[in-house]
């Protein structure tokens, strides 16, 4: 249950932080070359959540949930 929470909220996460990023493309159509794109969106935190929800589903799909039982 906590393995889904944490997808579901990394998913989340990872959903704005690309709508950000792509709704801030639009600013390349009022000049600002690609370097100057990057370095504006390096500014923004909702940018970063991205990243941070691609890690939380990462750890959610890969993470182990309880330990093997040795025997």
Known sequence: MVRAFFFLVGYVLAVYGG???IAYLNLTTTGLSFLEYFQFISKKIECYLIVVGLVMIWI????????????
């Open 19 to 21: 709508i950000s990023t």
């Open 60 to 71: 959610s799909i890969y993470f182990p949930a309880k330990p093997p039982k040795k025997e």
